[in-house]
């Protein structure tokens, strides 16, 4: 179950929900980290939470996550037990959050899940074949091996007749063994649906892999001309590529937002807070953008935030908008935002600060207001368009 339909499962089951959004386990010596532990117990009670929700959490704090510092953790408890124990192998993105109330803060989890992208990972050798399934920030998920033909596979230096035998026995047989590799590769494709495919290796196995694929597998391929399997190969420029390969793909998702949303002259998108809450209130939202820095900053609206509804539309600015669902509680508008997307199926991502310098300043600008993609243009705008 992906981390959206959890979460939604969360927010229409009800109930009374304690939320910790916490840095993960470090490298602190252990008297420390139980400090921190105690700490966040201590300021979930002080803030109204249950003690056992409190206590649940401290515990479940307690087992270390087992990812290399910085991480970040997001832990729900209700009615003393955890409902949700997630981990993030890159650091917490905003402030620490720790709350108690009749629903859970969804936000942190959805903002490290809009930054998270599947993708393969294929070091190859004449030979042989490293395949993982992986997402950002958070390691493998599956591995795969090939294991080739290794018969005939050194191109010796014979000369005259025989060495041309030779070179064209050793090609054939590279050539079946990163079919075999191309095969593995379009399978994974097909099931996991990865947003590209790094390729690393081998030069002469990197060309024949790459031939072996479909055209629209092709186009997934991000060539990394390192050997990783090489001795003295320097593996950072493998993480390097596949780092700015994922960037540019969370970039190019937003940017493909912001396009849908300009569609028709503006009637294919919303924009602001009033007429994304609309939208919203009528299940039009494909995709919602969220600046991080309303996230982390405050909102827009001064901070009067937006009703909770316990039925459809879900979500209203007071409550002549509610058509008669009931008001669970008011809530900051981006998480307001969000927990309606959510219920409506939409999908979130939060656009981040742009990379820089860990001394650079961060750049002084307003906070962006709130845009959708709509699944349908409003006829009446489309008219006005027109």
């Avoid at 009670?45 to 929700?53: L, N």
């Avoid at 290399?68 to 009615?79: C, D, L, M, N």
């Avoid at 998702?253 to 300009?262: F, G, L, M, N, Y």
């Avoid at 009033?274 to 001064?302: S, Y």
Wanted: hydrophobic share 40%; charged share 30%.
């Amino acid at each position: 179950m992906t981390i959206d339909a959890r979460l939604k499962e969360f927010i229409e089951r009800g109930g009374a929900w304690t939320s910790a959004y916490v840095d993960g386990s470090g490298s602190l010596p252990q008297v420390e980290e139980e400090a921190r532990e105690k700490s966040v117990r201590d300021r979930l009670i002080a803030d109204g939470a249950p003690t056992e929700d409190a206590v649940a959490i401290e515990r479940a704090l307690a087992q270390r996550n087992g990812l290399p510092s910085p991480s970040a953790r997001i832990v729900f408890a209700t009615g003393g037990e955890i409902a949700l124990d997630e981990s993030f192998a890159d650091g917490r993105r905003g402030p620490e959050r720790l709350s108690h109330g009749p629903l859970p803060e969804i936000l942190p989890a959805l903002r490290h899940a809009s930054g998270t992208v599947r993708y393969l990972v294929v070091e190859t050798s004449r030979d042989a074949a490293d395949i993982r399934l992986e997402k950002a920030a958070r390691g493998a998920l599956t591995h795969t091996s090939v294991e080739g033909d290794s018969d005939d596979m050194t191109k010796v230096q014979a000369g005259g007749w025989s060495h041309a035998n030779f070179q064209r026995s050793a090609e054939n047989t590279w050539k079946r063994n990163q079919t075999d590799v191309a095969a593995a590769v379009s399978e994974l494709i097909r099931e996991e649906h990865p947003a590209f495919v790094a390729v690393a290796g081998d030069v002469r196995a990197r060309q024949l892999l790459v031939d072996a694929l479909g055209s629209a597998e092709r186009e997934l391929v991000v060539d990394i001309d390192v050997h990783a399997q090489a001795d003295g190969a320097d593996l950072t420029d493998v993480d390097e590529a596949i780092a700015q390969a994922v960037e540019h793909h969370v970039r190019d998702r937003i940017e493909r937002i912001r396009d849908r949303a300009a569609e028709d002259s503006g009637s294919g998108g919303a924009e602001g807070i009033d007429e994304v809450t609309a939208a919203l209130q009528q299940a039009r939202v494909d995709t919602l953008l969220l600046d991080g820095r309303m996230l982390d900053d405050g909102t827009p609206d001064g901070g009067a935030g937006l009703l909770a509804l316990d039925a459809p539309p879900w979500i209203a600015s007071d409550a002549s908008e509610s058509l008669g669902a009931g008001t669970i509680c008011r809530l900051p508008v981006p998480e307001a935002l969000a927990r309606a997307a959510v219920l409506t199926d939409a999908g979130v991502m939060v656009e981040e600060e742009e990379p820089r310098a860990d001394d650079a300043a961060r750049d002084e600008r307003p906070v962006r207001q709130p845009l959708a993609s709509l699944r349908w243009a409003d006829p009446d705008e489309g008219d006005e368009a027109q």
